[in-house]
């Protein structure tokens, strides 16, 4: 199966232009594609998973990837998808987040030798003469045309900033810009960014006459990536010391019945026949699955050891042996402790059970909290030091978190 077939056959394409010229490109090892990254955090989370892996696929077929930083875009934010304008950050949070994400994005995308390029499009943007943008760039577009861009849709009754509504053109700038310095043929974006996409294609070819070799792709890596990266707890961090590997391993573990195999067409490397093959298990055999997923996808991010630990610690607990060696663990000392004690709720939200006060007073009201095996509903239950000093102390929220306490 050439590399294309198999990008549809995983169910990653959902639109397209110029799909026989992309197949050439992509079939033959031709593509130099860009997908953006903004560093709207300081650490990729599980929305970004499926262009990472992506992006890895293609590059195994000899295809190189321009991963883009937009240091530059963050300074106006993205209006798609938003209610509310984005929270301003300063030009030093940003830097932090663009640093934290390339050390991230090296483990999945080969950078050697010319491989992969990673640029940050604060390069050329930041430097931008206002004047020379309405002339030479906002000349191309239509604000008419614009309006109707699914992207400003949402906003408009809440009201859309000229500040965002910057950012189609300077999207659309980006892939102008890396077309012209690196050859980039081709960009791949979530559906919502399909506007912003084809805007960044029509400046290319008015700019440099319609033979200008411009493609885009459109993968669904917004609409499914955002949602597998959302939990009733947050964001699903690729960060270790943000999400655990035994809690990044759980998170796959738990996926739906209904999203498993989906999740595994999208996400892993396993052979499409391979996984074609598991469309007919049923019961107990969807179990079986989703530890395959679970395992593949924390190999990937967190290496073949840490897998294989996030594996033997879910499965001893979940078969009763009790094994915590590989369990999430928050150490506490005196300076943790009000008057000699912790109460429960305080304990929840700092092993990140629970992201708020409020949430862990609900868990507990709810009965969906232990501690060592034993159910507690009493919201001003706490714990002293010696609590801590006999058997471990593991607390448990709903059937499948789990987490120890070790006192210093």
Same mark, same amino acid.
């Given at each position: 199966?050439?590399?294309?077939?198999?990008l549809t056959?995983?169910? +990653?394409?959902?639109?397209?232009?110029?799909e026989?010229e992309?197949?050439?490109?992509?079939?033959?090892? $031709?593509?130099?594609?860009?997908?953006?990254?903004?560093?709207?955090?300081?650490?990729?989370?599980v929305?970004h998973?499926m262009?990472?892996?992506?992006?890895?696929?293609?590059?195994?077929?000899?295809?190189?990837?321009?991963?883009?930083?937009?240091?530059?875009?963050?300074?106006?934010?993205?209006p798609?998808?938003r209610?509310?304008?984005?929270?301003?950050?300063?030009?030093?949070?940003?830097?932090?987040?663009?640093?934290c994400?390339?050390?991230?994005?090296? %483990?999945?995308?080969?950078?050697?030798?010319? $491989?992969?390029?990673?640029?940050n499009n604060?390069?050329?943007?930041?430097d +931008?003469?206002?004047?020379?943008?309405?002339r030479?760039?906002?000349? %191309?577009?239509?604000?008419?045309?614009?309006?109707?861009?699914?992207?400003?849709k949402?906003?408009?009754?809440?009201?859309?900033?000229?500040?965002?509504?910057?950012?189609?053109?300077?999207?659309?700038?980006?892939?102008?810009?890396?077309?012209?310095?690196?050859?980039?043929?081709?960009?791949?974006?979530?559906?919502?960014?399909?506007?912003?996409?084809?805007?960044?294609?029509?400046?290319?070819?008015?700019k440099?006459?319609?033979?200008?070799?411009a493609?885009?792709?459109?993968?669904?890596?917004?609409?499914?990536?955002?949602?597998?990266?959302?939990?009733?707890?947050?964001?699903?961090?690729?960060?270790?010391?943000?999400t655990?590997?035994?809690?990044?391993? &759980?998170?796959?573990?738990?996926?739906?019945?209904?999203?498993? &195999? $989906?999740c595994?067409?999208?996400?892993?490397?396993?052979?499409?026949?391979?996984?074609?093959?598991?469309?007919?298990?049923?019961?107990?055999?969807?179990?079986?699955?989703?530890?395959?997923?679970?395992?593949?996808?924390?190999?990937?991010?967190h290496?073949?050891?840490?897998?294989?630990?996030?594996?033997?610690?879910?499965?001893?607990?979940?078969?009763?042996?009790g094994?915590t060696? %590989?369990?999430?663990?928050?150490?506490?000392?005196?300076?943790?402790?009000?008057?000699?004690?912790?109460?429960?709720?305080? +304990?929840?939200?700092?092993?990140?059970?629970?992201?708020?006060?409020?949430?862990g007073?609900?868990?507990?009201?709810?009965?969906?909290?232990?501690?060592?095996?034993?159910?507690v509903?009493?919201? $001003?239950?706490a714990?002293?030091?010696?609590?801590f000093?006999?058997?471990?102390?593991?607390?448990?929220?709903?059937?499948?978190?789990?987490?120890?306490?070790?006192f210093?």
């Open positions: 199966m050439k590399v294309y077939d198999e056959a995983r169910g +990653l394409i959902a639109q397209v232009t110029d026989n992309i197949k050439d490109l992509v079939n033959n090892g $031709k593509a130099v594609f860009y997908i953006g990254f903004d560093p709207t955090a300081d650490s990729l989370h929305g998973f262009a990472l892996c992506l992006m890895k696929r293609l590059q195994m077929a000899g295809n190189q990837p321009i991963a883009l930083i937009g240091g530059g875009t963050a300074m106006i934010g993205d798609s998808g209610s509310d304008m984005r929270q301003m950050m300063t030009a030093e949070t940003i830097q932090h987040n663009c640093d994400f390339k050390e991230q994005m090296s %483990h999945f995308i080969d950078f050697t030798d010319n $491989k992969a390029l990673m640029v604060a390069d050329w943007l930041l +931008l003469n206002y004047i020379d943008v309405l030479d760039v906002g000349a %191309h577009f239509s604000v008419n045309r614009m309006l109707t861009a699914e992207c400003y949402q906003r408009m009754e809440k009201g859309l900033s000229f500040l965002e509504f910057n950012y189609m053109i300077m999207q659309s700038y980006d892939f102008y810009t890396l077309y012209q310095k690196y050859g980039c043929n081709m960009q791949f974006g979530g559906d919502d960014q399909w506007s912003n996409m084809l805007g960044g294609t029509e400046l290319i070819r008015r440099l006459g319609k033979d200008a070799y493609m885009t792709i459109n993968l669904l890596l917004n609409s499914e990536g955002k949602k597998m990266g959302k939990t009733q707890s947050g964001a699903v961090w690729l960060d270790p010391n943000k655990s590997p035994f809690n990044f391993y &759980q998170y796959w573990r738990n996926v739906s019945d209904a999203d498993v &195999q $989906k595994l067409r999208m996400l892993t490397f396993l052979p499409i026949e391979q996984i074609n093959e598991m469309d007919q298990w049923e019961g107990s055999q969807l179990n079986e699955a989703k530890e395959i997923l679970a395992y593949e996808l924390t190999k990937l991010v290496g073949e050891e840490e897998a294989g630990k996030a594996q033997a610690g879910a499965r001893a607990l979940f078969s009763g042996t094994n060696e %590989h369990m999430p663990t928050t150490e506490l000392s005196d300076a943790d402790l009000d008057n000699g004690s912790i109460d429960l709720i305080s +304990l929840l939200v700092k092993t990140g059970l629970v992201q708020s006060r409020s949430e007073r609900r868990a507990i009201e709810q009965g969906g909290v232990s501690v060592n095996n034993e159910k509903t009493d919201i $001003k239950a714990y002293t030091a010696d609590t000093s006999g058997e471990e102390f593991i607390i448990k929220r709903g059937k499948k978190k789990f987490h120890k306490i070790l210093l």
